[in-house]
């Protein structure tokens, strides 16, 4: 029996999930290796815990939620009323789930790391918890699928202060070989305990958190690789949307475009003889990005060339005026279509 082995023999295991059937089936793995599945039960983590009950490591999954969020139907004493953003819930419940100095390992979306409408949920983990690791897996493909998977894993610390100013950052790709993730790991392990790191690791990066405007792992490497010299900016930072409706049978005295795809630039679409003017059309003016809101993966942006002074778009796509102090447009529109 090895050392970790015995370790782990007094392990207490318990857990929680919405969904009764995910519930059975932990119950059903934990029983074909031997372990106790009592204290694995169904409970919504919207509701408020008055259980009291506290645990060393918690370890979670965020469901995928729609920004627009309603908790009707719950809204009694024993829900948070007024929710718009479950994640904060969840989050905050995992939080107080943990005993002082314990430990929560939670996997969450690109959305909830990167998005500006939840840096406020990023404040409050900073405010009620040590922000220690996170730990990005890119490109990974689950047993017998064929599409890639991309997930984030960040570890918390309970504590009663503001987030330390430092954090760690790791970045898994598909290609990386196995010693690799091992010795990622490591430096992973060797931080949360000690609070210190004594070596280097590519994979692996110590950085302030105050330095981010988000917590985007793949952005935080592609700083620290293209160093000062070629600095990186948000996409929102170059690019403002521009949402000018078509006033009502204006669209006749102005081209239609359309975008096609893997860069191939902007045209303008031939009308159908009879065809009715579509709703809800918008304006696109010289020298602005057009986006494809359909075929935006297969590389439709483009730039409304100068010959076109004015256009029309449909409710397909989406216009945004370019920042040019900020960014070149054929640089943008190069970078966009790159992967």
């Not at 694995?40 to 259980?51: A, C, E, F, H, I």
């Not at 100095?101 to 909830?112: F, K, T």
């Not at 439709?300 to 397909?316: H, L, M, Q, T, Y």
């Not at 529109?333 to 790159?338: D, G, K, Q």
Request: net charge neutral; charged share 25%.
């Amino acid at each position: 029996v090895s050392v970790a082995e015995q370790r782990y023999e007094h392990l207490h295991i318990s857990g929680c999930d919405s969904n009764q059937r995910m519930v059975n089936l932990t119950k059903l793995h934990l029983m074909m290796y031997g372990k106790m599945a009592d204290d694995v039960y169904q409970k919504d983590l919207l509701m408020r815990d008055r259980s009291r009950i506290s645990y060393g490591c918690v370890i979670a999954h965020l469901p995928q939620m729609k920004q627009a969020f309603s908790i009707a139907g719950r809204k009694n004493d024993d829900y948070f009323e007024g929710v718009d953003n479950p994640e904060t819930v969840f989050i905050r419940n995992i939080i107080d789930m943990l005993k002082p100095e314990g430990i929560a390992a939670i996997v969450v979306s690109d959305d909830l790391l990167e998005n500006m409408r939840n840096e406020r949920l990023r404040r409050e983990i900073l405010d009620n918890a040590h922000l220690l690791n996170i730990t990005r897996f890119a490109g990974l493909k689950y047993p017998d699928s064929t599409s890639e998977k991309v997930f984030n894993v960040i570890f918390l610390r309970k504590s009663y202060g503001p987030s330390g100013s430092k954090c760690t950052a790791t970045y898994i790709k598909a290609d990386t070989s196995e010693s690799e993730v091992l010795d990622s790991a490591s430096w992973v392990r060797e931080w949360i305990g000690t609070a210190s790191v004594n070596r280097e690791a590519e994979s692996c990066k110590l950085f302030s958190l105050y330095d981010l405007d988000n917590w985007n792992i793949s952005m935080l490497f592609l700083r620290d690789m293209v160093k000062a010299n070629y600095p990186v900016a948000q996409l929102s930072k170059v690019i403002e949307k521009f949402t000018e409706k078509v006033v009502e049978n204006d669209e006749a005295d102005y081209p239609f475009l359309t975008v096609r795809s893997k860069g191939q630039g902007v045209e303008v679409r031939a009308k159908k003889e009879g065809q009715k003017p579509s709703k809800d059309l918008h304006y696109a003016m010289t020298g602005q990005l057009v986006v494809s809101a359909l075929d935006s993966d297969k590389g439709a942006f483009g730039i409304v060339p100068k010959e076109i002074k004015c256009a029309v778009v449909s409710r397909n796509y989406m216009v945004f005026e370019i920042r040019k102090d900020q960014v070149d447009s054929d640089y943008l529109v190069f970078v966009l279509n790159t992967h």
